[in-house]
């Protein structure tokens, strides 16, 4: 979408106010304030998250974390993958991109993605292009994880 800018939010203290917003708007078990005030050391500690701002309000965000490939039990071939977490946008700017916006920008690493979706957003994810991943008790823990797949790569098949 033509305007939409996603980029990587600064860790201080003026991102964090912008953070209580969301919190604000009732979505508590997406709130990043402490994974934000875990990581504030100074402004240029390599962040995790990223948002896009409509003038100088944060309207979207979420983290995005790269996952060693020694740690992947989704993907074959076994390879680094990217762990979407917490995509939120504010209630008065959904249905205008934003959430495209920010999938987008994590497809463009041309890595494997995994997340774990909110109640009630799957059909955001299917979407998106995202597929539940073959439910596998020991590994998803009672998550029901959705996995993106990009050209070359497939889900690992369950050991039986």
């Given amino acids: 979408m033509y305007g939409i800018k996603v980029e990587r939010l600064l860790i201080n203290y003026k991102t964090l106010e912008m953070f209580k917003r969301f919190r604000e708007y009732g979505h508590q078990e997406l709130s990043m304030m402490e994974d934000l005030e875990n990581k504030i050391v100074e402004n240029n500690s390599r962040s995790p998250f990223y948002g896009i701002y409509f003038g100088n309000n944060l309207v979207a965000r979420m983290s995005l974390y790269e996952i060693n490939k020694s740690y ?61 991943a073959h439910y596998d008790m020991e590994r998803d823990l009672g998550e029901n994880p959705l996995i993106w797949l990009p050209e070359g790569v497939n889900e690992k098949e369950l050991e039986k």
């Fill in 72 to 132: 992947d039990h989704y993907f074959d071939p076994p390879q680094d993958y990217l762990a979407l977490w917490k995509l939120e946008v504010l209630p008065d700017y959904q249905g205008k991109g934003y959430g495209k916006a920010l999938v987008d920008f994590a497809k463009s690493k041309h890595l494997p993605i995994k997340t774990n979706p909110r109640i009630n957003s799957q059909g955001f994810w299917e979407k998106m292009g995202f597929q539940k």
